[in-house]
């Protein structure tokens, strides 16, 4: 009875959370990012003038349907209920489809068939295959025996932990549930992938989850051939295609550092100041931010490294060049080389950078930050992370103003991995056969890249009185 309702009450927040959000160490991506999202992902999008100005309609197909995938649905239901020109009409719909039905399969597919019926020369019946290719979604099997290898004991056996509940959370919940068996094999005591690889296929499994950490993963891919869909909690340095029936899935902040220059590009600014704490995480991710920066055509000016030991007071003055003398013109008091700040900090860091760059003359920039700034807990302390914008998933920022789950953030994060890996083990067909359609899941919008990778798109929000 207990786990009945435990299980209600996970369902039911997932709902809120995951209902149209647009939303370190060796647990999570250490390598430079492999994934990308679909071309029509990955072009800035300009949301302004939704829905009433031409130019958001203007555009190929793509690019109208990648703006519309980024507004929320109650915004896309009101819109909708005031809409006067059909074409505009059907395109909302078919938003509001996509959001409402993006986690059933079965009913996705018999909203998008009606939509077809109801709309047959509009331009976004290119978006999805004909009826035929979509009928066979409808009829699409599920895994029938779930193997999850994951590190249940040991360093990292928390991590493992709430992987593993998070996943049984969202089966629990399942409307198949009772069709499917799901076991566990723990990597903590048996360090040779290949051999539990081999264990689980013989225990009857035809759908595989993990392992977790990279490491692992990277050995497990090392045996070449999967008899058996897996998909692996995180990511590898293999440039190219993966192999058949092998999917990457993981929290990787390189793909976080990608989608903050493109947000941050979107919001018309180009010249950046960029602060990181000085350790391997923060490098690669700098390197990926700045990349991806410099390709939309940003610059930046400057970056300033932090650690433990540093001087915070110092390094911000000395990062913007800061001058004491408060009688000096506004152009005087500080460097006027930039429009934006990014900031990859923790929060115990950021908590005290914030408030120095709005001391030292820097308060009408505007800070764009990771996920990595958010404890992902209500904390007095937030107030100091007033006006910092940044990218979360859904799952988080919807327990940000509940206190029905209380965990530190990395537990947090990895249960909705957890949560969203049962989703994804019985959708590989649909993300194939439907890349335009996400999975609109706890850790984000999920859609399937040419690479074999699972890409999230991320919902962003500012911090006000504290919470986000």
Known sequence: MIKKILSVLLFTLSALALNGCETTGNIFKSGASMSSAPTEQSAPVNLQGFPNDPVFWQGGTTTVWNKLQHIPLPELQSTAARATNPEIAAWLKLAMISKQYSTDTRQLVTQLMAWRAANPGHPANALFPPDSTLGSLQNATIPRHIALLLPLQGAVGESGQAVRNGFLSAYYASPVQHQQTV???????????????????????????????????????????????????????????????????????????????????????????????????????????????????????????????????????RLLHANPDKNAPASQQRRQDFDIIFLLAPPQSARQIVPLLKYYYAANVPIYATSVVYSGAPSAQDSDLNGVTFADMPWTLQNANTSAIKSDSKSSRLYALGRDAYLLCNQFYRLSVLPNFPVYGATGALTLTSQQQIYRRLAWVQMHNGRP
């Open 183 to 317: 076991s566990f094999l723990d990597t903590a005591q048996n360090q040779n992938m290949s051999a539990l690889y081999q264990q689980a296929l013989s225990q009857g499994a035809d759908s595989i989850v993990g392992p977790l950490t990279r490491d692992n993963v990277q050995q497990l891919l090392g045996q070449g051939k999967f008899q058996a869909p897996t998909l692996a909690l995180n990511y590898t340095d293999v440039w190219g295609s993966l192999p058949s029936n092998f999917y990457e899935f993981g929290l990787s902040p390189t793909d976080e550092a990608k989608q903050l220059a493109e947000k941050s590009w979107q919001t018309g600014h180009k010249r950046a100041l960029l602060i990181a704490p000085e350790d391997a995480w923060g490098q690669r991710v700098v390197k990926s931010l700045t990349t991806n920066w410099q390709s939309l055509g940003g610059s930046v000016a400057d970056t300033y490294y932090f650690s433990s030991q540093s001087d915070l007071n110092a390094g911000i003055a």
